[in-house]
């Protein structure tokens, strides 16, 4: 690990300030991801900045009747909230599939929308990453596949985006909160969040330089049974080949989002309207695929974890 300096912020404004400031910066929360990245020196940040004494770390009522989550809430405090757990099921499905119990404990709602892929040629300072050093290539194209991405992705990178959370918040139509260096604030939707990869896959987010993620806003509850399904080679403690976050009414319609196959979370809205038929929305969540020889089968398996989940939708 590099040598870098260290602060801790008195408000959420100055930490986007000193950010901003100097591009070699990074915010620290939980740490979960960004200290493994430093230890292997793909993240080489030159300062931290500490945000967490900003008191983000409450979840309240909004007025509309939905939740606001602090960015500091932790991934174990969320899931466990009586609120969550009642109204918005499927968020605390997806964030228990997610990781250990001891990461949960560490993890934060900020942090873990900002995590980064888990492609091995991005861990890999070896190899040639676009996403860690742009223009160098990509070396998942023509290497080891399995576990990377069908749809969305482009010739710069096939790289997912990895996380569970995001993928519940999506099926939720949640909102991000931030402020800018300059003070000002905006709202973000979370379907705009996260980007695809395009020519400039190390530009993983709609975040701009310096913009820091406040909260995330949960809508008023939708009802309907609330359901995570998450495939993965092992039982625990790994990534999703593919998930399914789900809300499913009592006759069978529904929205359902994706993880484990693109760059963010990944919800059409024709699959959405195709809803009961299982064969039906698979295939609108799965037009344009363009998957490796080793990841094509995560095109039937779309189709059989979105089974799964209307089956047990209707038990």
Known sequence: MR?????RASSAAEAAKVVYNNREAKFLAGGTNLIDLMK???????HLVDVNGLGLDEIAPTEEGG???????????????ERVRRDYGVLTRAIVAGASGQLRNKATT??????????????????????????SGCAAIGGASRQLGIIGVSDKCIATYPGDMAVALRVLDAVVETVKPDG?????????????????????????PGEFITAVVLPKPLGGKH??????????????????????QPDGTGRVAIGGIA??????????????DVAAAAR???????????????????????AGVMAEARS
């Open 227 to 248: 359901l995570y399904h998450k495939v993965r080679d092992r039982r625990s403690y790994a990534f999703a080949l593919v998930s399914v976050a789900a809300v499913i």
């Open 3 to 7: 040598a870098f300096t260290y602060q």
């Open 263 to 276: 760059p963010k979370p990944w919800r059409v809205e024709s699959a959405d309207a195709a809803l009961p």
């Open 110 to 135: 900020g942090g873990n929308l900002l995590q980064r892929t888990r492609c091995p040629y991005f861990y890999d300072t070896n190899q040639a990453c676009n996403k860690r050093k742009p223009g």
């Open 184 to 208: 000002t604030t905006r709202a973000i939707p979370i379907a705009e969040f996260h980007r695809l990869w395009g020519d400039t896959p190390e530009i993983e987010t709609a975040l701009e």
């Open 67 to 81: 939740l606001r989550i602090g960015a500091l809430v932790t991934n174990t405090a969320c899931a466990a909230d």
């Open 284 to 306: 609108a969540l799965t037009a344009g695929a363009s998957p490796t020889e080793e990841n094509k089968f995560k095109i039937a398996l779309v189709e059989r974890t979105l």
């Open 40 to 46: 292997i020196e793909v993240e080489t940040p030159t």
